[in-house]
């Protein structure tokens, strides 16, 4: 099971680092992407990484701010966020697309999906 960790609440300015991992098997030859949701939003790209890790994605509004990474050894990719702003808060989550396949913005890339960690961010 995909488990994306690592949320919580920070301060407009600070840094969270989340985490996506999985139990019982590796995914490290996976595209794995994150995306948020927003209260009363519909669910938005945020970043993702293709499965050797050397091609990355992120939406305009995180660029600069946010650094997806994979971590091969440790089974784990991370999503490093700084410099938080108010319009980060969200529940965020983590998805994996098929084995060896493409990485990307689209949503429909990824058919595997975690449950959520909420970031929220405060003035």
């Known amino acids: 099971q995909l488990q994306a960790s690592g949320g919580g609440l920070v301060q407009a300015g600070g840094s ?3 985490s996506c991992a999985t139990s019982g098997r590796t995914f490290n ?10 209260p009363g939003k519909e669910r938005e790209f945020v970043s993702a ?3 050797t890790g050397g091609s990355t994605y ?4 995180v660029k600069g701010r946010f650094t ?8 784990t990719v991370y999503l490093q966020m700084n410099r938080l702003e108010l ?7 983590c998805a994996l697309g098929p084995r ?4 990307g913005t689209d949503p429909s890339l990824f058919d595997s999906w975690g449950q959520g960690t ?6």
């Open 68 to 75: 997806i990474s994979r971590d091969k050894a440790k089974n």
């Open 58 to 61: 992120y939406t305009d509004s």
């Open 16 to 18: 969270l680092r989340l």
């Open 29 to 38: 030859n996976y595209p794995t992407g994150w995306f948020r949701q927003a």
């Open 118 to 123: 909420q970031v929220t961010v405060s003035s």
């Open 87 to 93: 319009e980060d808060t969200a529940v965020y989550y």
């Open 100 to 103: 060896f396949g493409l990485a």
């Open 49 to 51: 990484i293709s499965w």
